[in-house]
């Protein structure tokens, strides 16, 4: 069975980093593409930033230059480094993929459980 699981939210001053991490569980075949998404309360889910398989990546003007998005080889995901946080950057963030669970399989959509970025001094 596979799962997205995410980790890395938290509290953080307005300048500060923090670094979200995204999880493909149960052994999939290939992660064809990954990318994060972040809620405020009330609002619709945006498009923050994504990456495709060949390592292409894209971003929001919002956090252009201060986000980037990086392979996590050894847990078979991809990590999201959100540096010079501010205050607007405050919300859920969620990570959805698209996994082929088998070489015969295709692509299936994932959406990770969220976290939680507060930035606040």
């Known amino acids: 069975q596979v799962q997205l699981v995410e980790s890395g939210g938290g509290l953080v001053q307005p300048g500060g980093s923090l670094r979200l991490s995204c999880t493909a569980s149960?052994?999939?075949?290939?992660?064809?593409?990954m990318a994060w998404y972040r809620r405020v309360p009330g609002n619709q889910r945006d498009w923050v930033a994504s990456?495709?398989?060949?390592?292409?990546?894209n971003y929001a003007d919002s956090v252009k230059g201060r986000f980037a998005i990086s392979r996590d080889s050894a847990k078979n995901g991809y990590l999201l480094q959100m540096n010079n946080l501010q205050p607007e950057d405050t919300a859920v963030y969620f990570c959805h993929a698209n996994i082929r669970k088998s070489s015969g399989s295709r692509g299936t959509d994932y959406w990770g459980q969220g976290v939680q970025v507060t930035v606040s001094s």
């Open positions: 149960g052994n999939p075949y290939a992660i064809r593409t």
């Open positions: 990456v495709v398989s060949g390592g292409a990546t």
